[in-house]
């Protein structure tokens, strides 16, 4: 099994562009989650599914979106990208909300 | 929603030393907890975790110990190794926030051969 899988690693984008980052898992995990990691914070939530065709916002949702088409893939869409979303970008999937999150490596997302 | 802290942001053991890192927690309706190992450029890597129904669980080398009065989490390595170097956080699922996960800031343990 790969686990999660994210694409891209590394991007670099300019203010207002959009661009979408990948999430795939192969676990048959249902819920699915997008996390941001900043410098001296803890990550936050930004949105999470509990299955296919269900999503929901989490503690920093504003300024991305997300979609569940398939219990597989969680893509994550940023609408008009700004400098305030450079950040490291973490996709998890689990079982369910009370069972341990898998994580992939992340997408090192820089705004210019 | 509610934070998660930690009581050092470096830790520095000896190969071969037992390593305590804290986690403190502030919401009583935490169900659940689990610590994550964070190695450089890559993503968390579950460790252990422990439900609040618990007050010790142990692992290979590792044990969580949840002090739910003091609303206080430990992890303990035992024999701690080079391979043990990362950042280590602490996660607590928060059942009145819909159960979400809020994590800790992390601490970084370093082992000195």
């Known amino acids: 099994n790969a686990g999660v899988t994210q694409t891209p690693k590394f991007q670099v984008l300019k203010t207002g562009q959009s661009m979408t980052l990948q999430c795939a898992q192969d676990?048959?995990?249902?819920?699915m989650s997008w996390y941001r990691q900043d410098p001296g914070m803890g990550l936050r939530l930004i949105h999470y599914s509990v299955g296919a065709g269900i999503t929901d916002q989490g503690e920093v949702p504003n300024g991305y979106n997300v979609s569940r088409s398939t219990t597989e893939d969680f893509p994550l869409r940023l609408l008009s990208a700004a400098p305030s979303q450079t950040s490291v970008y973490f996709c998890?999937?689990?079982?369910?909300?009370?069972?341990?999150?898998?994580f992939g490596d992340g997408t090192r997302l820089s705004i210019l | 929603g509610e934070s998660v802290g930690l009581h050092l942001p470096t830790l520095s053991v000896q190969e071969g030393d037992n390593s305590i890192i804290n986690c403190a927690y502030s919401?009583?309706?935490?169900?659940?907890f689990i610590w994550y190992k964070q190695e450089s450029g890559k993503g968390p890597q579950f460790i252990i975790d422990?439900?609040?129904?618990?007050d010790k669980r142990q692992g290979q080398r590792v044990t969580v110990l949840l002090n739910k009065t003091v609303k206080h989490l430990s992890l303990q390595i035992a024999a701690t190794q080079p391979g043990d170097s990362a950042v280590y956080f602490c996660a607590e699922r928060e059942v009145n926030t819909g159960n979400q996960f809020y994590f800790g800031t992390g601490t970084s343990l370093t082992v000195i051969p």
């Open positions: 676990m048959n995990h249902e819920y």
């Open positions: 919401n009583s309706a935490s169900d659940y």
């Open positions: 998890a999937s689990s079982y369910g909300d009370n069972q341990p999150q898998h």
């Open positions: 422990i439900r609040s129904n618990m």
